[in-house]
């Protein structure tokens, strides 16, 4: 069954590989015969970014772009996205060309023919899906991820992986979703997981680009996801309790 996929990627300031990245992916998804469409939702972005994403949809009428209304952050894109997407089926994918499009058919292919909920990326099941992922990043992530699958008791590791795919029906009911930063990747799933939604975990590819510029602010990271992580572990404890 073709069932419509929305492909959606939040960007600020990634007009040197949008155009590239957008094409990749609308080859790879035409080649399968996929019904699908591409947003973007952009940050209010100050280079190029918009105007070669307006420049691509007026021959293409599988991609458009929307602004995100709300304070700027990645969450908020996300949230943005999730609302004006037209597919039965979300996919999270991020535009610096980090995450393989044939990926997203291997997703779309676990939902749809095996009926899950949710499918999840781990980069690291086996050795040389990764290129030059940053040492320092890798160990932080390694530990973060670990910790984090322990606290939840869960055997996915590689909760902070932002490429994921769901059924839109699933995210609709984990609404109201309250992280406006990177780590909604951690709160959907993990919502996703506590309340028994069917979910695969499957290989992805993933590579540093070029175009990537790290931003990494410790603090920050750790605020925003250690907040995001205790309302995920209260809203399990309420959410277990009222369904026993």
Known sequence: MNKKLTILIPTY????????????????????????????????????????INQISKTNKHIR?????????????IIEGIKRANGEIICFVMADQS????????????????????????RWIKKDLVENYPKFKFYINRFGNNVLSSFFNIKYTD??????????????????????????????????????YSYKIIPNKWKNNIHTVSNLNLRHVFVTYSLIIIY?????????????
């Not at 790879?28 to 970014?49: A, G, H, R, W």
């Not at 995450?99 to 781990?122: A, H, R, T």
């Not at 995920?232 to 026993?244: D, G, R, S």
């Open 13 to 52: 300031r990634e007009g040197k590989i949008i155009d590239t990245s957008i094409e990749d992916i609308n080859r790879t998804l035409k080649k399968e015969e996929i019904d699908f469409e591409i947003i973007v939702i952009d940050d209010n972005s100050n280079d190029q970014t918009i105007e070669k």
């Open 159 to 196: 909760l902070t992986n932002s490429f994921k795919m769901y059924k839109k029906s699933v995210l609709l009911e984990l609404f109201p979703l309250i992280s406006h930063h990177f780590s909604i990747t951690v709160e959907i799933p993990l919502k996703a997981i506590s309340r028994g």
């Open 99 to 122: 995450d393989s499009p044939k990926d997203i058919i291997n997703y779309y292919n676990e939902i749809v023919l095996n009926d899950f909920d949710c499918v999840f990326g781990d």
């Open 65 to 77: 772009v929307v602004l995100n209304s709300s304070s700027k952050g990645f969450g908020n894109s």
């Open 232 to 244: 995920c572990l209260i809203e399990k404890y309420f959410f277990i309790k009222k369904h026993n």
